[in-house]
């Protein structure tokens, strides 16, 4: 029997090894002797202290005194302990990971600590390894949402002005017909389009006509009300939906985005004078579909260019269908 637990004790995985009370090994099996490179015949009767100088510690001191004295158990875990055994010279302590568990013997009248020792390295390893995966998974997720994020606002806007697009524009048409046909409120679609900007493109180029366009976006947007919305159709095309008390407020704003475009734009040292032309359609006096008061406020401003430019017109279903 005691070949056999001889030979279970060098075959375990794990460190296994024996203190009495004056901390002299007497087991010491040969997962020890494997890591350590230190032979059962050099370890054997040497004080522990000496075989393992981290045991000089005073909470492990306390831990096998309180096994030895007071019939204490004691879990470690290499979390917070890191190692207690440590390797041959020439091995990287710091990547060695060991939990250990002290636990009390009895034989006859005296008392020893038994010390196991399990190698958790590898398993700290894929433990670290997949907090990095983790981490890489976590980021990439950001970065992928930051991604759809920017896709959705490029999808929505334009480019160059970075006002809602015609997409946009519709949804918050449709949107705000919805709420108006609820709550029984009026809406103006302003369809707005710059006279002679091809001249301006012509004339000074198109980086020139681009900045043309973003001033004309800038004057547009702070013209009309904060809870309105314009838009750019494309072009030298902007569309504005506004809310409205009476229908007539529609002529209000309209008037205020021509004297909005009464003084020139300076561009590149270049002082150019453009006017604009607004077809208007109101709802619901002019329709209930986006594309139909869309259409109708397309009319009212071909009508204006029509007849000189540089105005406004509302939407006149008799003679405009």
Request: net charge negative; charged share 25%; with cysteine.
């Given at each position: 029997?005691?070949?056999?637990?001889?030979?279970?004790?060098?075959?375990?995985?794990?460190?296994?090894?024996?203190?009495?009370?004056?901390?002299?090994?007497?087991?010491?099996?040969?997962?020890?002797?494997?890591?350590?490179?230190?032979?059962?015949?050099?370890?054997?009767?040497?004080?522990?202290?000496?075989?393992?100088?981290?045991?000089?510690?005073?909470?492990?001191?306390?831990?096998?005194?309180?096994?030895?004295?007071?019939?204490?158990?004691?879990?470690?875990?290499?979390?917070?302990?890191?190692?207690?055994?440590?390797?041959?010279?020439?091995?990287?302590?710091?990547?060695?990971?060991?939990?250990?568990?002290?636990?009390?013997?009895?034989?006859?009248?005296?008392?020893?600590?038994?010390?196991?020792?399990?190698d958790m390295t590898n398993m700290n390893t894929r433990v670290y390894k997949l907090k990095?995966?983790?981490?890489?998974?976590?980021?990439?997720?950001?970065?992928?949402?930051?991604?759809?994020?920017?896709?959705?606002?490029?999808?929505?806007?334009?480019?160059?002005?970075?006002?809602?697009?015609?997409?946009?524009?519709?949804?918050?048409?449709?949107?705000?017909?919805?709420?108006?046909?609820?709550?029984?409120?009026?809406?103006?679609?302003?369809?707005?389009?710059?006279?002679?900007?091809?001249?301006?493109?012509?004339?000074?180029?198109?980086?020139?006509?681009?900045?043309?366009?973003?001033?004309?976006?800038?004057?547009?947007?702070?013209?009309?009300?904060?809870?309105?919305?314009?838009?750019?159709?494309?072009?030298?095309?902007?569309?504005?939906?506004?809310?409205?008390?009476?229908?007539?407020?529609?002529?209000?704003?309209?008037?205020?985005?021509?004297?909005a475009f009464s003084t020139h734009f300076k561009i590149a040292g270049n002082y150019i004078?453009?006017?604009?032309?607004?077809?208007?359609?109101?709802?619901?006096?002019?329709?209930?579909?986006?594309?139909?008061?869309?259409?109708?406020?397309?009319?009212?401003?071909?009508?204006?260019?029509?007849?000189?430019?540089?105005?406004?017109?509302?939407?006149?279903?008799?003679s405009d269908e």
């Amino acid at each position: 029997m005691g070949n056999l637990v001889s030979q279970a004790l060098n075959k375990a995985n794990m460190g296994i090894m024996i203190v009495d009370r004056h901390l002299k090994v007497v087991v010491w099996n040969g997962w020890l002797e494997r890591l350590t490179g230190k032979s059962r015949e050099e370890v054997v009767g040497q004080n522990l202290l000496e075989v393992c100088p981290r045991f000089k510690s005073n909470v492990y001191l306390n831990i096998l005194q309180n096994a030895l004295y007071h019939g204490q158990s004691r879990f470690c875990s290499s979390a917070l302990h890191k190692a207690f055994i440590l390797p041959n010279e020439g091995e990287d302590e710091h990547l060695i990971r060991q939990n250990m568990h002290v636990e009390p013997l009895y034989q006859e009248d005296r008392c020893y600590a038994l010390i196991q020792i399990t190698d958790m390295t590898n398993m700290n390893t894929r433990v670290y390894k997949l907090k990095n995966l983790i981490k890489e998974l976590e980021t990439e997720y950001t970065k992928i949402k930051i991604s759809e994020k920017i896709s959705k606002h490029m999808s929505l806007h334009d480019p160059l002005t970075g006002l809602p697009n015609r997409l946009a524009y519709n949804d918050r048409l449709a949107w705000a017909i919805s709420n108006a046909q609820r709550s029984d409120s009026k809406l103006a679609v302003m369809f707005v389009d710059a006279d002679g900007f091809k001249q301006v493109n012509d004339t000074y180029g198109h980086d020139v006509g681009d900045q043309v366009l973003l001033e004309m976006a800038k004057r547009l947007s702070e013209t009309i009300p904060t809870t309105d919305t314009v838009a750019r159709l494309g072009g030298d095309e902007f569309i504005i939906l506004s809310h409205l008390k009476e229908d007539h407020d529609a002529e209000i704003i309209a008037k205020q985005l021509e004297a909005a475009f009464s003084t020139h734009f300076k561009i590149a040292g270049n002082y150019i004078n453009l006017s604009i032309s607004i077809g208007i359609s109101l709802f619901p006096k002019h329709g209930q579909e986006p594309s139909e008061l869309l259409r109708h406020a397309d009319r009212a401003m071909y009508k204006i260019k029509k007849n000189g430019k540089n105005g406004y017109g509302i939407f006149e279903p008799e003679s405009d269908e």
